[in-house]
């Protein structure tokens, strides 16, 4: 890098960290900047400090204009719950597809966004959620952004300081995400017991000790070096697949923008520093004064606590149904099991449909009713049946697989193996074919009933028909609580209990016209067993 170019590029970092950085988030995007040591990597940060404004406001939005708070955490011991190794994989593949394409300004975007997903969980309080952690949450942050210089020299002056390294293996970023987690949340308990509360209200620095501050400061290490080694992998990972380096970009233009945005910058600091330290105070004297935080609990420790008792009930919700499943899967009737099914289920039918797979005659193992309300029957196109969209629709049709009837006479395993799609598993199409045999069979069902009913492991009729009301209402009211369940209600409300009621009474008739269809059905084999036979002694005796 020639010296003007240097000196340039100092120029502009030297104002960036004076008017335009206003949270961790920012400073870790910009001092990580000339740790980056690789040729391809200092292109990159040309294009970064040319569009350092997008760069900035990226590394912001997952918390201002996403509020996607969810997604920036790793619960180390809580099975590693947290989207941050998922959504930062998506933000860097948006990244790249921007470099390939030479769109600078929103791959600087995609850049700030991926730090924001990247460095969130190297945070100790954002591996764990506990009591007391919603009280000291905003606290602790605050005295961490008003400590930042002092703890950024700390790391810097210490010889023996933390440096993040990078695996080669194919899923390196989600793995450095997962192992720095690891790395922060064994300082969790510590910066817990040693912020000062009381300090940090009116003085938000002194509320950290030397303990703590030595821990946030090799944390902050981190986090600038690991985004560093990403600025890199990036850069290379970009000039692969452009087959050719970067353009080389000037910073001169970027400073002299960053400098007229000075007065406004700074101006937007004192703003958004004295909101937050109002709040900070509101919270601390609402603790004081009744010992727990409500009013002024953050949004983002909120969204979180609602996200993961969700999150935590659906988990229990899943283990209970394991049990009671006794680990089996959901079983639905097979085409080729209808006459074992006609004593063990009442939930079959002898309409017969194409198999596309086997170009035979099947049976369709139910049997609708005869009314008009019925919502889905075995001719309609596949795209009206629960859970099946256009694009999956779509799929089916490639395999010559049009319409309802045609789905439910296919076998599910040979189909998910013609599929060949990840997320489209044996399973998931037993699923299926158990929410379209319902709403074949149950007279105004909608597709979000059978969705909520298969969900909560009710699959077919009889089961519906056997089940007491209040279990079955408790069983769906405990599944439309789950992520699973909200997705399906869409938000709309949960199924009340008399229209569970009715559901009871509806699997109920199914049952007598399955039975009613099982005995046609074996009077009329039986009497053409006896018409054969009589065939058969008259051309004897006639003989």
């Known amino acids: 890098m020639k010296p003007v170019t240097q ?11 004076a008017a335009h950085c206003r949270s961790t988030h920012h400073h870790f995007a910009i001092d990580a900047l000339p740790l980056v040591g690789t040729p391809a990597g200092e292109r990159l940060v040309g294009h970064l400090l040319r569009h350092h404004h997008r760069y900035l406001a990226g590394a912001k939005d997952p918390d201002v204009r996403f509020r996607d708070f969810q997604n920036h955490v790793i619960h180390v011991d809580d099975g590693y719950w947290g989207g941050a190794p998922r959504v930062a994989h998506q933000w860097y593949d948006r990244m790249q597809r921007y470099l390939r394409t030479d769109r600078w300004s929103d791959a600087a975007h995609a850049a700030g966004v991926l730090s924001h997903y990247f460095t969130d969980p190297i945070q100790p309080l954002h591996t764990a959620q506990t009591p007391v952690e919603k009280v000291l949450h905003r606290p602790i942050e605050w005295s961490v952004t008003k400590s930042y210089a002092s703890l950024f020299g700390q790391w810097q002056r210490d010889p023996s300081r933390t440096v993040f390294q990078l695996s080669d293996s194919p899923g390196w970023l989600g793995e450095a995400i997962l192992s720095s987690a690891r790395v922060a949340h064994d300082h969790y308990e510590t910066l ?31 986090c600038v070096t690991g985004w560093a080694r990403v600025i890199e992998r990036a850069a290379l990972d970009a000039e692969q697949a452009r087959n050719k380096p970067l353009p080389t970009q000037g910073v001169t233009l970027g400073v002299v923008l960053a400098g007229i945005r000075v007065p406004h910058q700074v101006w937007i600091r004192r703003v958004e520093h004295g909101v937050e330290q109002r709040k900070i105070r509101a919270l601390i004297d609402e603790f004081e004064a009744t010992g727990a935080i409500e009013k002024n609990l953050p949004s983002e420790l909120r969204v979180m606590e609602k996200v993961r008792n969700i999150y935590t009930r659906e988990r229990e919700y899943n283990r209970l149904r394991a049990e009671r499943q006794n680990g089996s899967m959901i079983r639905i009737l097979q085409a080729d099991d209808v006459k074992d099914a006609a004593n063990a289920q009442a939930d079959e039918s002898t309409t017969t449909s194409p198999d596309v797979i086997d170009q035979q005659r099947v049976t369709i193992p139910f049997v609708s009713p005869q009314k008009g309300n019925v919502r889905l029957r075995v001719e309609d196109d596949l795209v009206d049946a629960p859970s099946i969209g256009k694009k999956t629709a779509a799929r089916f049709a490639k395999l010559g697989i049009h319409t309802v009837g045609e789905f439910l006479a296919s076998d599910p395993a040979k189909l998910a193996d013609r599929l060949a799609t990840r997320w489209i598993t044996e399973e998931t199409l037993h699923a299926w074919r158990c929410q379209a045999i319902l709403m074949c069979q149950l007279p105004d069902m909608l597709a979000r009933d059978t969705q909520l009913l298969v969900g909560a492991g009710f699959a077919t009729a009889d089961s519906i028909a056997k089940t007491k009301l209040d279990a079955l209402h408790r069983a769906i009211e405990a599944y439309a609580a789950t992520y699973s369940g909200r997705r399906y209600l869409r938000g709309a409300e949960p199924p009340t209990r008399d229209r569970v009621d009715t559901w009871i009474g509806e699997a109920a008739l ?8 099982v005995s046609r059905m074996r009077n009329a084999e039986s009497e053409s067993d006896a018409g054969s036979r009589t065939d058969s002694d008259q051309t004897s005796r006639a003989a």
């Open 7 to 17: 000196k340039s590029t100092s120029l502009l970092l030297s104002i960036l960290r």
């Open 192 to 222: 817990l017991e040693h912020y000062d509360l009381k300090k940090g209200r009116s003085d938000p620095p002194a509320g950290l000790d030397n303990v703590s501050r030595g821990c946030f400061a090799q944390l902050i290490g981190l």
């Open 510 to 517: 199914a049952l007598v016209r399955q039975k009613r269809a």
